[in-house]
């Protein structure tokens, strides 16, 4: 098939000098901004306490992993001439059961996680309101900017709060001077008694989860349509998780430098537990710049799914009704998408009003056993899920030769899903211990 005869307009567009190819990047900021969430922060830095700089390696290689797949899930939008949801519509309608059971429980509860987390660093800037009540403005917030927004406004703001994370949580770790001969030895792969649960977080856990799945749709609404866009998506991505990298490192450095060898309160919360540490430390400026960065890192992540998510269940909704597929129906995939699915869709804007208002229940409530169990559940089967469906589409027939795996992407997304899988393992045992 060919995917160069679509959408000709826009594939003139393609930039061909790095200056044109720089103002074009923006998906891969979207996708890594929107997966490295306060958690993430929270378990890097964690670690950084506890071992110092002896897994930065393990950093380092989860970003690479986190470019594999990336990578590949754009690379199927732009030479398949299909949406993700629709690849795997391929495979069977059991995977859309799947998908459709973890988007909607992982809704409920990631919408309430994102809400707490974004009101915690404002409660602590301005107490007079609580935690609650500051979460549900910052839902409401992302909840109109998203209705209201298109994916160009959404990317500008996604951009300007990546910077604040840059100067904020960047600074810090200049702040706290690290030290650059013990973090050179970090590079070296080791193991320290403990570490492999600590090991396998920030391989595989830093950075990604269902919004991974979000980057081609991210890719397809900036108006990439075909192969001729993969060089400009690679630099994207690339981009995208280097960022991410940074920003993982610089907790890293904090959590080595300034936390060595102390408990720290895990959840969101632990972050409040830095910034007050600043306080001591270099006084009390040095915690306002924090708890802004601390937002800014809750918020993007908040925007981001509000948006990115949506639009997979918009496009889960389509292909669930649409036909079993049939040979010579793909390259007429995104045309389908454009018009049924999309930022105006119904379907997309149901989901978002799931994600924003059922899940303030729970920031009055304490969360249902049940609900904690099967959001466990599922979340930890996705991210191996992910990769292994990856291998299987992109060494088919369904993708035009340029856009099928070498053996450099099927090696490291092999990786990724046995790791994964060890993970999902882990995280199962742990759930019903």
């Avoid at 306060?38 to 950093?59: E, P």
């Avoid at 770790?173 to 492999?196: M, Y």
């Avoid at 804007?349 to 409530?365: E, G, I, N, Q």
């Avoid at 469906?389 to 993708?399: A, E, I, K, Q």
């Amino acid at each position: 098939m060919s995917n160069d005869t679509h959408h000709g307009d826009v594939v003139e567009d393609v930039p061909v000098t790095w200056k044109a190819r720089i103002r074009q990047i923006g998906p891969g900021i979207m996708a890594a901004a929107t997966g490295v969430g306060a958690g993430d922060l929270v378990a890097t830095m964690v670690a950084g306490s506890r071992y110092g700089y002896t897994l930065l390696w393990a950093v380092i290689l989860g970003t690479v992993f986190k470019l594999a797949l990336g990578e590949a899930v754009g690379r199927w939008h732009l030479t398949s001439g299909q949406t993700l949801l629709a690849g795997w519509r391929t495979l069977g309608r059991w995977v859309l059961v799947y998908f459709g059971a973890y988007a909607v429980v992982w809704g409920f509860v990631y919408g309430a996680t994102a809400m707490s987390a974004s009101g915690l660093p404002l409660n602590a800037l301005i107490p007079g309101l609580s935690v609650r009540y500051w979460a549900i403005i910052c839902g409401v917030l992302g909840f109109v900017l998203v209705w209201f927004g298109r994916y160009a406004v959404i990317e500008k703001i996604m951009t300007v709060f990546v910077g604040i994370m840059f100067v904020t949580v960047v600074g810090t770790a200049v702040l706290v001077t690290p030290n650059l001969f013990d973090a050179s030895k970090g590079l070296v792969p080791r193991l320290p008694d403990g570490s492999l649960v600590y090991v396998l977080g920030l391989v595989g856990g830093v950075g990604g989860t269902i919004t991974m799945a979000a980057y081609g749709y991210w890719a397809l609404a900036k108006g990439w349509r075909s192969s001729r866009w993969l060089p400009m998506l690679r630099l994207d991505n690339a981009a995208g998780y280097v960022t991410t990298g940074v920003f993982v490192v610089a907790m890293l450095i904090v959590g080595s430098e300034l936390l060595l060898n102390q408990e720290i309160v895990t959840g969101d919360a632990g972050l409040l537990m830095l910034g007050d540490r600043l306080a001591e430390d270099y006084g009390h400026w040095a915690r306002i710049p924090f708890l802004v960065g601390f937002f800014a890192v809750s918020f993007t992540s908040l925007i981001g799914v509000w948006n990115g998510v949506s639009l997979l269940f918009a496009d889960w909704w389509r292909t669930w009704r649409l036909p079993a597929y049939r040979k010579g129906e793909a390259e007429a995939d995104l045309q389908d998408y454009e018009r049924k699915a999309g930022e105006r869709s119904p379907v997309f804007r149901a989901y978002l009003v799931w994600l924003t208002f059922p899940p303030m229940m729970l920031l009055f409530l304490d969360r249902p056993f049940q609900l904690t169990v099967a959001y466990g559940v599922l979340g930890a089967l996705f991210m191996p899920f992910l990769a292994g469906t990856l291998l299987v589409l992109l060494n088919s027939r369904r993708v035009s030769p340029e856009g099928r795996s070498r053996w450099v992407s099927n090696t490291l997304l092999t990786v990724c899903l046995l790791l994964f899988a060890t993970l999902a393992v882990h995280e199962l045992i742990d759930l019903f211990d």
